[in-house]
Antibody, heavy 119, light 102 residues
Framework: EVQLVESGGGLVQPGGSLRLSCAAS????????IHWVRQVPGKGLVWVAR????????TYADSVKGRFTISRDNAENTLYLQMNSLRVEDTAVYYC????????????WGQGALVTVSS | DIQMTQSPSSLPASVGDSVTITCRAS??????LNWYQQKPGKAPRLLIY???NLESGVPSRFSGGGSNTHFTLTIGGLQPEDFGTYYC?????FGQGTHLEI
């Protein structure tokens, strides 16, 4: 079964750091572009970042550029989102999602990881 | 940045109805438009990709159309399980969502 499973969410103080993991099963992460999308509970979907299949090309939303970093461990078939200098407004459920093609359709999503930034 | 605008924001409907949700892009996006369904507490689910292609496993009562800047998602013969919020998406940009209330 094709699946993504996030972990690593939690409560962190403003200015702190957190690393989310996105473990893939049933397919090889390095063959796909993978995106992170976040959602404040009760609000809409907001794109955060993506990594291409080459593992090097990354793009970030302006709101997280310079603070968030995507990386990938091919041996573990796992993607990471390192979040530094966290702000209250980064509080959200974070999803990783697989991009299956030319119109950026996200066909497989993780269950989401809640990140709460609060003092 | 491209703006994706959905209408309506909220859509009350009854089982058996046919409903249409509209998504407009602020510039020509050709057919690069996807639709998702999301239920409370769950991840989004891909319904339609590239404007009109039905994702595997999605019931045929869902259909997508349009091109350039104007797109539609139609659900023919609403079922109780179709309630939820629907989003359109182009690349890094999502619409604000349409809440379908059965």
């Amino acid at each position: 079964e094709v699946q993504l499973v996030e972990s690593g969410g939690g409560l962190v103080q403003p200015g702190g750091s957190l690393r989310l993991s996105c473990a893939a099963s049933g397919f090889t992460l390095s063959n796909y572009w993978i995106h992170w999308v976040r959602q404040v509970p009760g609000k809409g979907l907001v794109w955060v970042a993506r990594i291409k299949s080459d593992g090097f090309s990354t793009t970030y939303a302006d709101s997280v550029k310079g603070r968030f970093t995507i990386s990938r461990d091919n041996a573990e078939n796992t993607l990471y989102l390192q979040m530094n200098s966290l702000r209250v407004e980064d509080t959200a459920v974070y999803y990783c999602a697989r991009d299956k093609g030319s119109s950026t359709p996200l066909d497989t999503w993780g269950q989401g990881a809640l990140v709460t930034v609060s003092s | 940045d491209i703006q994706m605008t959905q209408s309506p924001s909220s859509l009350p409907a009854s089982v058996g109805d046919s409903v249409t949700i509209t998504c407009r892009a602020s510039e020509n996006i050709f057919s690069y438009l996807n639709w998702y369904q999301q239920k409370p507490g769950k991840a989004p689910r891909l319904l339609i990709y590239a404007a009109s292609n039905l994702e595997s496993g999605v019931p045929s009562r869902f259909s997508g159309g349009g091109s350039n800047t104007h797109f539609t998602l139609t659900i023919g013969g609403l079922q109780p399980e179709d309630f939820g919020t629907y989003y359109c998406q182009h690349s890094y940009y999502f619409g604000q969502g349409t809440h379908l209330e059965i």
